[in-house]
């Protein structure tokens, strides 16, 4: 089944400990980005990979890394956590870049809190 | 000015009427135009896809783009309570790098 998967779907942590999000595609897609969703702010872009070892940051890219070592896997990464990055945070890839970017397929979620 | 502007209801309707649900945007160079579908609980899907502007029709779904309005629509025809969730426009152009611009998402509820 083509899906992307998340993990874990729902974290709660402190403040300053690192974590992971990890995400992976089984539909060969190159381009994977991350979202995170808040009410009354909608869905806003973290970070995007075009292809393996390419990224760039979207509209809200503070606090947070990513990296693209590996064409199906793209982790999301919070060296230090702090409240205001509690959320629900959705990877999506698509298998076209640039222009046609438009169909992007999301995961579950994964829904973080941050005390 | 918010560059994708849609109102999150809540937006409830009888089984069987025909909803509308509306997104205005700012950016003239926005080329595409996605409605995405969001259940409770699940990620967005994509539900409708339209380039520049026009028509298009998917079964009960039809979408309308009117660029020099800068205002797209969703139709919806014979709802069904299975169409409750989040509808969500989203665009994207040349100038921003293609990418996805969400609005903030309208909230259906389909009562039977």
């Known amino acids: 089944e083509a899906q992307v998967t998340q993990n874990p779907r729902y974290l709660i942590t402190v403040t300053g400990k690192k974590l992971t999000v990890t995400c992976s595609q089984n539909?060969?897609?190159?381009?994977m980005s991350w979202y995170r969703q808040d009410p009354g702010l909608g869905l806003r872009q973290i970070y995007y990979?075009?292809?393996?070892?390419?990224?760039d940051k979207g509209d809200v890219p503070e606090g947070y890394k990513v990296s693209r070592k590996e064409k199906r896997n793209f982790p999301l990464i919070l060296e230090s956590p702090s409240p205001n990055q509690t959320s629900l945070y959705f990877c999506?890839?698509?298998?076209?870049?640039?222009?046609?970017?438009?169909?992007?397929?999301f995961g579950p979620g994964t829904r973080l809190t941050v005390t | 000015q918010k560059e994708v502007e849609q109102d999150p209801g809540p937006l409830s309707v009888p089984e069987g009427a025909i909803v509308s649900l509306n997104c205005t945007y700012s950016?003239?160079?926005?080329?595409?135009f996605m409605w995405y579908r969001q259940y409770s609980r699940k990620g967005p899907e994509l539900l409708m896809y339209t380039y520049s502007s026009g028509n298009k029709e998917d079964g009960r779904f039809t979408a309308q783009v009117d660029k020099s309005s800068k205002y797209i629509s969703l139709f919806i025809r014979d709802s069904q309570p299975s169409d409750s969730a989040t509808y969500l426009c989203?665009?994207?152009?040349?100038?921003?790098?293609?990418?996805?611009?969400f609005g903030k998402g309208t909230s259906l509820l389909v009562t039977p």
């Open positions: 539909m060969n897609h190159e381009y």
């Open positions: 950016n003239s160079a926005f080329q595409y």
């Open positions: 999506a890839s698509s298998g076209r870049s640039g222009r046609g970017a438009y169909e992007q397929y």
């Open positions: 990979s075009m292809n393996v070892e390419v990224t």
């Open positions: 989203a665009m994207s152009g040349a100038n921003s790098g293609y990418a996805l611009n």
